[in-house]
Nanobody, 113 residues
Framework: QVQLVESGGGLVQPGGSLRLSCAAS????????MGWYRQAPGKQRELVAT??????NYADSVKGRFAISRDNAKNTVYLQMSGLKAEDTAVYYC????????WGRGTQVTVSS
């Protein structure tokens, strides 16, 4: 089993920055793909960014503003978000792909003045 715990969400003004963290624990072997997804009210969950041995992948809506990184020694993935917009408001979920998809419980990000 794998457990994912997100942290770092909160309320931020437009144009501000936040860094999300996701700590993974449990049966993790190798450089498994990890990523961040988000779900806004009334919308489907969507991909934000992923990181794997093939590189980094970003949704068009966050390119140039968000950066995903990982610390393999800590089994932790980060999402540095800058230039935040109201439309970035959502619950952000951490994802790990192993024998199946694992999800964290999510962390709320609210961008508002």
């Amino acid at each position: 089993q794998v457990q994912l715990v997100e942290s770092g969400g909160g309320l931020v003004q437009p144009g501000g920055s936040l860094r999300l963290s996701c700590a993974a624990s449990g049966s993790i072997f190798g450089y498994v793909p990890m990523g961040w997804y988000r779900q806004a009210p009334g919308k489907q969950r969507e991909l934000v960014a992923t990181i794997s041995s093939d590189g980094r992948n970003y949704a068009d809506s966050v390119k140039g503003r968000f950066a995903i990184s990982r610390d393999n020694a800590k089994n932790t993935v980060y999402l540095q978000m800058s230039g935040l917009k109201a439309e970035d408001t959502a619950v952000y979920y951490c994802n790990l792909k192993s024998s199946r998809d694992y999800w964290g419980r999510g962390t709320q990000v609210t961008v508002s003045s």
